[in-house]
């Protein structure tokens, strides 16, 4: 079966950089596209952006250019994200999901979410 | 950016009753290719989101019929025909026919 499994919860210092990780199993990594989408305390939904994992192009929201970097290790069906320069702002719990390419970011599956926490 | 406005923020209800959820978007979500790119998922608590319907109308897989959606062009609607218990949680729908946006969410809780 499908399973989109995350790391650990991160606990990170203002200015600092973290990297969260997806491994995906249960399909063929490289034939679906590989979401990241942002989830913050009052619950409000925001697409990060996606990478397509067999020629690692990407696309990002225009609002996480210069924070979000997405990149994958077909190796091991893992996708990264990392974010960068890091504020309070930036604390949330991020999902990755994976949607078929062409079928206008229909999320099947989801990750559980790692939750990112930017404190002093 | 295209935004989502759904309404009621909160719905309560009984074991049994029908409810109904609507989404309005900004902009038309008719693509040029002729899909409307209109979905709804449901995050539990303490859960992750998972997809109820894809394309305005279909079923995902392993979704209860009792679910249904419907809408063209800038109004959608999710009805729940008999909510269960575990239907609790909040509904979001998401438009993938622009650059993905999501609603604010409406919090299905019992009355």
């Known amino acids: 079966q499908v399973q989109l499994q995350q790391s650990g919860a991160e606990l990170a210092k203002p200015g600092s950089s973290v990297k969260i990780s997806c491994k995906a199993s249960?399909?063929?990594?490289?034939?679906?596209?590989m979401h990241w989408i942002k989830q913050t305390t009052g619950q409000a939904l925001e697409w990060t952006g996606y990478i397509a994992p067999g020629s690692g192009g990407t696309k990002y929201n225009e609002k996480f250019k210069g924070k979000a970097t997405l990149t994958v290790d077909k190796s091991s069906s893992t996708a990264y994200m990392q974010l960068s320069s890091l504020t309070p702002v930036d604390t949330a719990v991020y999902y990755c999901?994976?949607?078929?390419?062409?079928?206008?970011?229909?999320?099947?599956?989801w990750g559980q979410g790692v939750m990112v926490t930017v404190s002093s | 950016d295209v935004v989502l406005t759904q309404t009621p923020p909160t719905l309560s209800a009984t074991i049994g009753q029908s409810v109904s959820i609507s989404c309005r978007s900004s902009?038309?979500?008719?693509?040029?290719?002729?899909?409307?790119?209109l979905h709804w998922l449901l995050q539990r608590p303490g859960q992750s989101p998972q997809l109820l319907i894809y394309l305005v109308s279909r079923l995902e897989s392993g979704v209860p019929n009792r679910f249904s959606g419907s809408g063209s062009g800038t109004d959608f609607t999710l009805k729940i025909s008999g909510v269960e218990a575990e239907d609790l949680g909040v509904y979001y729908c998401v438009q993938g026919t622009h650059a993905p946006t999501f609603g604010a969410g409406t919090k299905l809780e019992l009355k």
């Open positions: 902009q038309s979500l008719l693509h040029s290719n002729g899909n409307t790119y």
């Open positions: 999901a994976r949607a078929g390419y062409n079928s206008g970011y229909h999320f099947d599956y």
């Open positions: 249960g399909y063929t990594f490289t034939s679906y596209a």
